[in-house]
């Protein structure tokens, strides 16, 4: 802590007791530093370099971008917020910086995200890329290098679905009963139990940034290529389990349509990746899986009683997850299939432009209480609705997303009935795919 007042400082605590008058300020700052460091007066014209500088940073930083569309402030503003998720010293990308905000006022649903998520980082990877910020992909990729463990090393296969910012894999979940939660939502927990859970669709998001790390960066090296293999291998064994879903439900294993889909995604890209390059692959192998893949979907994924693509296997709930069919271009945005199915969404998850995820009493989750909308999903409809052609229905629902970021354009993971943002904050999901909507829109209205 650096400041232009004196500070007195215990190593616990920082304070300052002083008076301004009107027209006076006073400025305090604070650095990242190694080691016991004391606190600090500065003049005001240190405070003021310091300011300059931090502020020439960020203005350097964003010009990298090349996003020259429409909503050109709100896609940065959700960059920035990308950025601040980074970890610089291992180039992790955390899911939030916030812990046990509840979805629900003074309900349950209370969760750590302070963690680097695969599913989410790897997405945050693609999203910066398209915008042109390599720096912090290649970050992410060592990341991976470093710390994630070779296959075999974790019981649930090659990956597990999140870890610390150091790399650590212990996320323990504990409950802490003596703090009372914001607005006395409990309980309060450190770690996060879903660390064990089994999500199949993490290899899917995962191998996709890194074709598109590969084709727009940097391209990989032979060790990366056969330890992705490795990868590619383990998935075309293991698709078909079942396993707890990007949702990481607690009411059990399912044998979801998301997760097949991302299977699917993996596989495909690195065969993308392998053609592209004439690099070494099982290809009979890798294009069989692929293809059965495909099937099983369309036909078990299917409903005809619903007419719509659902959640999972052997029943017929509806899940938002199933946006992502075209964005990965598993299907054609306008197949008749799919223009049912977001008929079906519509009709069902979305309220005005807020999007639920699923309904809970049709799927229970292990959890009580309910949620509000998942921003995520909500853009994701209007990149869903973009590219179906639905042009002025996608940009009324941005739009309207727009109007419900705070004053410093920040989201959390849900939106509640009222409007009050909910769930941890500020999240990155939500921001990548204000991004990758308004990219896409944009591009489409011309």
Same mark, same amino acid.
């Given at each position: 802590? &650096?400041?232009?007042?004196?500070?007195?400082?215990?190593?616990?605590?920082?304070?300052?007791?002083?008076?301004?008058?009107?027209?006076?300020?006073? =400025?305090?700052?604070?650095?990242?530093?190694?080691?016991?460091?004391?606190?600090?007066?500065?003049?005001?014209?240190?405070?003021?370099?310091?300011?300059?500088?931090?502020?020439?940073?960020?203005?350097?930083?964003?010009?990298?971008?090349? !996003?020259?569309?429409?909503?050109?402030?709100?896609?940065? +503003?959700?960059?920035? &917020?990308l950025?601040?998720?980074?970890?610089?010293?291992?180039?992790?990308?955390?899911?939030?910086?916030?812990?046990?905000?509840?979805?629900?006022?003074?309900?349950?649903?209370?969760?750590d995200?302070?963690?680097?998520?695969?599913?989410?980082?790897?997405?945050?990877?693609?999203?910066l890329? +398209?915008?042109?910020?390599t720096?912090?992909?290649?970050?992410?990729?060592?990341?991976?290098?470093?710390?994630?463990?070779?296959?075999?090393?974790?019981?649930?296969?090659?990956?597990?679905?999140?870890?610390?910012i150091?790399?650590? &894999?212990?996320?323990?979940?504990?409950?802490?009963?003596?703090?009372?939660?914001?607005r006395?939502?409990?309980? =309060?927990? @450190?770690?996060?139990?879903?660390?064990?859970?089994?999500?199949?669709d993490?290899?899917g998001?995962?191998?996709?940034?890194?074709?598109?790390?590969?084709?727009?960066?940097?391209?990989?090296?032979?060790?990366?290529?056969?330890?992705?293999?490795?990868?590619?291998?383990?998935?075309?064994?293991?698709?078909?389990?079942?396993?707890?879903?990007?949702?990481?439900?607690?009411?059990?294993?399912?044998?979801?349509?998301?997760?097949?889909?991302?299977?699917?995604v993996?596989?495909?890209?690195?065969?993308?990746?392998?053609?592209?390059?004439g690099?070494?692959?099982?290809?009979?192998?890798?294009?069989?899986?692929?293809?059965? @893949?495909?099937?099983?979907?369309?036909?078990?994924?299917?409903?005809?009683?619903?007419?719509?693509?659902?959640?999972h296997?052997?029943?017929?709930?509806?899940?938002?997850?199933?946006?992502?069919?075209?964005?990965?271009?598993?299907?054609?945005?306008?197949d008749?299939?799919?223009?049912?199915?977001?008929?079906?969404?519509?009709?069902?998850? =979305?309220?005005?432009?807020? =999007?639920?995820?699923?309904?809970?009493?049709?799927?229970?989750?292990?959890?009580?209480?309910?949620?509000? &909308?998942?921003?995520?999903?909500?853009?994701?409809?209007?990149?869903?609705?973009?590219?179906?052609g639905?042009?002025?229905?996608?940009?009324?629902?941005?739009?309207?997303?727009?109007?419900?970021?705070n004053?410093?354009?920040? !989201?959390?993971?849900?939106?509640?009935?009222?409007?009050?943002?909910?769930? !941890?904050f500020?999240?990155?999901?939500t921001?990548?795919?204000?991004?990758?909507?308004?990219?896409?829109?944009?591009?489409?209205?011309?």
């Amino acid at each position: 802590m &650096t400041a232009t007042v004196t500070l007195r400082g215990d190593g616990r605590d920082v304070e300052a007791e002083f008076t301004l008058h009107e027209g006076e300020s006073a =400025v305090f700052t604070l650095d990242r530093i190694d080691g016991d460091a004391e606190p600090r007066g500065c003049s005001a014209d240190e405070a003021e370099a310091l300011f300059a500088a931090t502020v020439t940073y960020w203005r350097q930083w964003l010009a990298a971008s090349r !996003y020259r569309g429409r909503w050109r402030e709100m896609v940065h +503003r959700s960059a920035l &917020t990308l950025k601040l998720l980074t970890y610089a010293p291992t180039g992790a990308i955390v899911a939030a910086p916030t812990t046990s905000l509840p979805e629900q006022p003074g309900g349950e649903r209370n969760w750590d995200y302070r963690f680097v998520w695969i599913r989410d980082a790897a997405f945050c990877v693609y999203t910066l890329l +398209r915008l042109s910020f390599t720096s912090e992909a290649a970050a992410f990729m060592d990341f991976l290098a470093r710390h994630i463990p070779p296959p075999g090393h974790h019981p649930g296969g090659p990956l597990q679905i999140m870890y610390g910012i150091d790399g650590r &894999t212990d996320l323990t979940e504990e409950e802490l009963p003596h703090l009372e939660g914001y607005r006395g939502a409990s309980p =309060v927990r @450190i770690g996060n139990g879903a660390a064990e859970q089994l999500q199949l669709d993490i290899y899917g998001e995962l191998i996709d940034s890194v074709y598109l790390y590969d084709k727009w960066a940097e391209p990989l090296s032979s060790d990366a290529w056969e330890g992705l293999c490795g990868v590619v291998d383990w998935v075309c064994d293991h698709w078909d389990q079942p396993d707890e879903g990007i949702w990481e439900t607690r009411g059990g294993r399912k044998r979801f349509l998301y997760s097949r889909l991302m299977c699917w995604v993996a596989v495909e890209r690195a065969i993308r990746m392998a053609n592209r390059r004439g690099l070494p692959a099982d290809r009979l192998k890798w294009e069989r899986t692929r293809d059965d @893949i495909y099937r099983r979907i369309m036909r078990r994924g299917w409903s005809d009683r619903r007419s719509a693509f659902v959640q999972h296997e052997d029943d017929d709930v509806l899940d938002a997850a199933v946006l992502m069919m075209p964005l990965a271009k598993f299907i054609s945005p306008t197949d008749p299939k799919w223009l049912a199915t977001l008929d079906a969404l519509g009709a069902e998850l =979305v309220s005005d432009s807020l =999007v639920y995820r699923y309904d809970p009493e049709a799927s229970p989750d292990g959890l009580t209480g309910e949620e509000g &909308t998942f921003s995520i999903c909500s853009f994701w409809y209007v990149e869903a609705l973009t590219r179906a052609g639905r042009l002025d229905d996608a940009r009324m629902a941005f739009e309207k997303m727009l109007t419900y970021a705070n004053h410093l354009g920040l !989201y959390a993971e849900q939106i509640g009935r009222d409007g009050e943002q909910q769930g !941890y904050f500020p999240q990155a999901f939500t921001h990548l795919s204000l991004i990758s909507a308004a990219v896409n829109l944009d591009r489409s209205l011309g």
